[in-house]
């Protein structure tokens, strides 16, 4: 291999400033700016930082770019809570980048010493260079704490030609694919490709495929009438508000709506009522009053207690017979629902530590409501970052989702931005309709295809009456699951390792044939 590419392609200093662009960029190509092509130029540039570095000098690159990445991504944190959590945040998942970086670098390094080849160059190279990254956001989406799979390279493609992709490979696929383009045409560019044009078919065929593949056809299985309320109440953290508050705006955006006819069910959002009507004779007259004059059950949700434990709990009320069921959210929100070893961090923050009184437990029961003239899949606001929590509403008989969500507490932020693109990504990942309502805004009703067609305008109270198509059938995203990350991290992570030992093997070779060359004579006669 030509000793100008076993170099770096830039000095440390210029590449931390590239790798700190690339942050930035690729936080543009997210919801917010929502410019999607940025996001590949923000990977281009990452791995452009990464090419010739040493272990050492990719961890302080790496980290450079993640910390960019996430203060800008999840800046919204900081919005109430200041910037400790902020901070605390970002740098955890920047530490993550960082070891990816490295394994990344390592790749570069590696692969190339393995085997000269070209196509090794262009198609291998560039398959386990996204292996990798998908290893890395694996790790993030995993711990600590249960992960924080947010701002994940497929997440920012909910309206890019590439969306589609998901419905059969999923989010960890759709960001292999999007790594693998990109590293491909870096390796494409280093290696002259425009000398031999045919070098240019993988990467060419590759973004064809997925720009113009259609999503996985689901079988339409009928329509639902949901009447889906915002309230708008004071809602958040540090709303000034008594108990019944967001019950009572609940109740009165919700009025103009009673006298509709023919509606199947009524979905109110996260938080939507303060007060728990299993517990409270007053609240459960009024969700018995809501359903019998809809003609129609009631999704709602609240907290609840059982043994001195607290869950966020969604239930489905009918008239007369109360909550009939029941999904307690799986994934609450680390130092936002509870405090993981609260002894520790209560040390180091007590005044913030203090402000989460009331922990929650993560629930155990599916995410599926039985409607009678559906069964809907369900998912409480994070939850639906959380990829085995939607493909089981799938596998159990899902046919529409109901995503019910508070944003209160980032009021003005990027926030419901992005978890509304990820609510957009599970319609097509899934095949199926969403309604995601929340108490503040953005609420929409969105089609499999991940279009929307009903809205209600953010921090306005509001009501939507929408016909939702429902969908059978698995999408081969649901169908294989997790089985797609499995096979990408354990291909990265024994690629990798294959690349280490055919490089050594291969130095080693170079070792033995330089040493017998040195010890021959000039005609080649081995030496005394």
Same mark, same amino acid.
């Not at 050492?56 to 800008?72: E, K, N, P, Q, R």
């Not at 113009?212 to 889906?228: C, D, F, K, R, Y």
């Not at 419901?416 to 693109?421: E, I, K, R």
């Not at 690629?495 to 093997?505: E, F, P, Q, S, T």
């Given at each position: 291999?030509?000793?100008n590419?076993?170099?770096?392609?830039?000095?440390?200093?210029?590449?931390?400033?590239?790798?700190?662009?690339?942050?930035?960029?690729?936080?543009?190509?997210? !919801?917010?700016?929502?410019?999607w092509?940025?996001?590949?130029?923000?990977? %281009?540039?990452?791995?452009? @930082?990464?090419?010739?570095?040493?272990?050492?000098?990719?961890?302080?690159?790496?980290f450079?770019?993640?910390?960019?990445?996430y203060?800008?991504?999840?800046?919204?944190?900081?919005?109430?809570?200041g910037?400790?959590?902020?901070?605390?945040?970002?740098?955890l998942?920047s530490t993550?980048? $960082?070891?990816?970086?490295?394994?990344?670098?390592? %790749?570069?390094r590696?692969? !190339?010493?393995?085997?000269?080849?070209r196509?090794?160059?262009?198609?291998?190279?560039?398959?386990?260079?996204?292996?990798?990254w998908?290893?890395?956001?694996?790790?993030?989406?995993?711990v &600590?704490?249960?992960?924080? &799979?947010?701002?994940?390279?497929?997440?920012s493609?909910?309206?890019?030609?590439?969306a589609?992709?998901?419905?059969?490979?999923?989010?960890?696929?759709?960001?292999?694919?999007?790594v693998?383009?990109?590293?491909?045409?870096?390796e494409?560019?280093?290696? *002259? #490709?425009?000398r031999?044009?045919?070098?240019?078919?993988?990467v060419?065929?590759?973004?064809?495929?997925?720009? +113009?593949? &259609?999503?996985?056809?689901?079988?339409?299985?009928?329509?639902?009438?949901?009447?889906?309320?915002?309230?708008?109440?004071?809602? #958040?953290?540090?709303?000034?508000?008594?108990?019944?508050?967001v019950?009572?705006?609940?109740?009165?955006?919700?009025?103009?709506?009673?006298d509709?006819?023919g509606?199947?069910v009524?979905?109110? !959002?996260?938080?939507?009522?303060? +007060?728990?009507?299993?517990?409270?004779?007053?609240?459960?007259?009024?969700?018995?009053?809501?359903?019998? *004059?809809?003609?129609?059950?009631?999704?709602?949700?609240?907290?609840?207690?059982?043994?001195?434990?607290?869950?966020n709990?969604s239930?489905?009320?009918?008239?007369?017979?109360?909550?009939?069921?029941?999904?307690?959210?799986?994934?609450?929100? &680390?130092?936002g629902e509870?405090i993981?070893?609260?002894?520790?961090?209560?040390?180091?923050?007590?005044?913030?530590?203090?402000?989460?009184?009331?922990?929650?437990t993560?629930?155990?029961?599916?995410p599926?409501?039985?409607?009678?003239?559906?069964?809907?899949?369900?998912?409480?606001?994070?939850?639906v970052?959380?990829?085995e929590?939607?493909?089981?509403?799938? *596998?159990e008989?899902?046919?529409?989702?109901m995503?019910?969500?508070?944003?209160?507490?980032?009021?003005?932020t990027?926030?419901?931005?992005?978890?509304?693109a990820?609510?957009?990504?599970?319609?097509?990942?899934?095949?199926?309709?969403?309604?995601n309502?929340?108490?503040v805004?953005?609420?929409?009703?969105?089609?499999?295809?991940?279009?929307?067609?009903?809205?209600?305008? $953010?921090?306005?109270? #509001?009501?939507?009456?929408?016909?939702?198509e429902?969908?059978?059938?698995?999408?081969?995203a649901?169908?294989?699951?997790?089985?797609i990350?499995?096979?990408?991290?354990i291909?990265?992570v024994?690629?990798l390792?294959?690349?280490a030992?055919?490089a050594?093997r *291969?130095?080693?070779?170079?070792?033995?044939?330089?040493?017998?060359?040195?010890?021959?004579?000039?005609? #080649?006669?081995?030496? @005394?």
């Amino acid at each position: 291999m030509p000793e100008n590419l076993q170099r770096p392609v830039l000095p440390t200093w210029a590449a931390v400033l590239v790798a700190i662009a690339g942050g930035a960029v690729y936080d543009l190509g997210f !919801p917010g700016a929502s410019a999607w092509p940025l996001a590949f130029l923000g990977i %281009a540039l990452a791995l452009v @930082s990464l090419i010739g570095r040493s272990s050492w000098s990719a961890l302080l690159v790496g980290f450079a770019f993640g910390l960019t990445f996430y203060l800008l991504q999840v800046s919204w944190t900081s919005l109430y809570l200041g910037p400790v959590p902020w901070l605390a945040l970002s740098f955890l998942e920047s530490t993550f980048v $960082a070891a990816g970086a490295v394994l990344i670098t390592l %790749a570069y390094r590696w692969l !190339p010493q393995a085997s000269p080849s070209r196509w090794v160059r262009l198609v291998w190279l560039p398959l386990l260079v996204a292996g990798l990254w998908c290893v890395r956001e694996a790790a993030t989406g995993s711990v &600590p704490y249960g992960g924080f &799979p947010w701002g994940r390279a497929a997440l920012s493609q909910s309206e890019s030609p590439f969306a589609d992709v998901v419905s059969w490979i999923g989010s960890t696929g759709l960001s292999f694919v999007m790594v693998a383009i990109v590293a491909a045409l870096i390796e494409w560019v280093r290696l *002259r #490709g425009w000398r031999d044009l045919r070098t240019a078919v993988p990467v060419a065929a590759v973004i064809l495929v997925a720009m +113009v593949i &259609p999503a996985w056809p689901t079988t339409p299985n009928g329509e639902l009438t949901v009447a889906s309320v915002q309230g708008d109440g004071p809602s #958040g953290y540090f709303d000034e508000r008594s108990p019944g508050d967001v019950l009572a705006e609940q109740l009165e955006a919700t009025e103009p709506i009673l006298d509709e006819s023919g509606v199947d069910v009524l979905l109110w !959002p996260e938080g939507g009522s303060d +007060v728990d009507p299993m517990r409270s004779t007053e609240a459960a007259r009024i969700f018995d009053s809501l359903s019998e *004059r809809l003609d129609a059950p009631v999704i709602l949700n609240t907290v609840t207690s059982l043994d001195e434990k607290f869950f966020n709990t969604s239930l489905l009320w009918r008239a007369g017979e109360g909550a009939v069921a029941s999904y307690d959210k799986r994934n609450p929100v &680390p130092f936002g629902e509870y405090i993981p070893d609260r002894w520790f961090y209560e040390s180091l923050a007590p005044d913030l530590v203090g402000l989460i009184q009331r922990g929650y437990t993560p629930g155990t029961n599916p995410p599926v409501f039985d409607l009678g003239d559906a069964v809907t899949g369900l998912a409480i606001c994070f939850d639906v970052i959380y990829d085995e929590l939607i493909w089981q509403g799938a *596998r159990e008989g899902a046919e529409l989702y109901m995503f019910q969500t508070n944003n209160a507490d980032f009021r003005g932020t990027d926030e419901n931005q992005q978890q509304l693109a990820i609510a957009r990504l599970r319609a097509v990942e899934t095949g199926r309709s969403v309604v995601n309502i929340s108490t503040v805004g953005t609420s929409q009703v969105i089609d499999p295809t991940g279009r929307t067609i009903d809205s209600l305008p $953010a921090y306005k109270p #509001g009501a939507m009456v929408t016909e939702v198509e429902l969908r059978e059938g698995l999408t081969p995203a649901v169908a294989i699951g997790g089985g797609i990350p499995f096979l990408v991290i354990i291909s990265a992570v024994g690629g990798l390792i294959a690349a280490a030992v055919l490089a050594k093997r *291969r130095a080693a070779a170079a070792w033995f044939a330089s040493t017998r060359r040195s010890s021959a004579d000039p005609d #080649g006669r081995a030496g @005394s």
